[in-house]
């Protein structure tokens, strides 16, 4: 039995459907099994958990021998921190798995996290790899670039603004790189890592063939709902100040400053890992968004 823990999620519910559908034994944590008909629907057995809760992190854990952490957050909300749900949830899991002889932890890490990282976002997702290599468990540790695909939060929101601005808007510069990578070479990857013993307390890094610039990341997108418009670059300075304002007045803010941190750096990285270790060869980003976006959703 395999736990997928944030079955709901983007990661998760694409990841799911595809051990499902390769007959493999799931177990989903959600917190609210309400909101997981879908997953029942294919057959995955289905718990409530929360990772800030111990009982029910030994209860979801029992006799499994692999789990797959996959919760994490983008954006601190009240009650939901970076500290308390990378560090403290990642904690509360590993405890429970070693309690139930689990015998391979694979952690959802992020592509930038080292340690002294200038983003609460990267330094917390260090502390819990770090929590996750000194568990004694065998690991794997996966580091994507942005994922992309049908229900990701990035590709939903920038093209929903894309869509209502006269221009194309672009964050200061626009020129740090990142490698977008579809959901589906993410999901061959994960069930590559938990499928065998091969991957074992390894640490790989994914991207998808294209670095691209935040500019050419924003083209692309309105290319595909078939909308062309110059673009508007708009100054960091300014976003920075809307960023502070609207956290303090909104509990989910479009933008936080610690997401225009890391809009400020590269978030890249080789080939190596995906094709060597995974034997993926990563579709490109403009093939990757005509799977589900089009001219046609533009109104």
Known sequence: MILVTGGTGFVGSHLIRRMRREGLPVRAMVRNPDKAQALKDLGAEVVSGDVSDPASLEKAATGVERIVHLVGIIQESAGSTFQAVHVDGTRNLLDAAKKNNVRHFFYQSALGTRPNAKSEYHRTKWAAEELVRASGLSYTILRPSLIYGPGDQFTIRLAEMIRLAPLLPVIGSGLSKIQPIFIDDVVSCILTAVSGDSCFNEIYELGGPQQLTY?????????????????????????????????????????????????????????????????????????????????????
Not at 227 to 235: F, G, K
Not at 268 to 274: A, E, H, T
């Open 215 to 299: 500019e050419e990341v924003t083209i692309a997108i309105a290319n595909a709902l078939g909308i062309h418009r110059p673009t508007v670059h708009v100054p960091l300075f300014f976003m920075k100040s809307m960023a502070n304002a609207l956290q303090a007045l909104l509990p989910k803010p479009p933008v936080t400053t610690d997401q225009l941190i890391m809009l400020q750096e590269d978030n890249v990285c080789n080939m190596r890992d995906i094709r060597e270790a995974f034997a993926v060869e990563p579709i490109s980003f403009q093939e990757g968004l005509g799977k589900f976006l089009s001219a046609s959703q533009h109104k």
